[in-house]
């Protein structure tokens, strides 16, 4: 199985954001293909949830290994890396 043995990626946003970190979001997507979930659209009630609940859901039903999470305030951009507890 190809997906146990490479990273597969999942780029959200958090919280409300303005147009650009929106655009931002889908240039790394397009950056980190193929293995990245590219037409992943969020709900806006899940950009309220912890990032160990998006580790937790979804790196069982969609193979996710590595979570990138952007968000914003009013005086900086922050970028947050994680690693799910069920990568390869």
Known sequence: ???????????IRRGKVE???????????K????????NFKEDAK?????LSHYANS???SMGVTHIFALSQNSSRINLRIGRTPAGP
């Not at 199985?1 to 780029?11: D, T």
């Not at 929106?22 to 997507?29: A, F, P, S």
């Not at 899940?46 to 912890?50: A, F, L």
């Open 1 to 11: 199985n190809l997906h146990s043995f490479v990273p597969f990626r999942l780029q």
């Open 19 to 29: 147009s650009e970190i929106v655009e931002l979001v889908g240039d790394l997507r």
């Open 31 to 38: 950056l980190m293909r193929p293995y990245t979930a590219v």
């Open 46 to 50: 899940n950009r309220k949830v912890t």
């Open 58 to 60: 979804l790196s069982t």
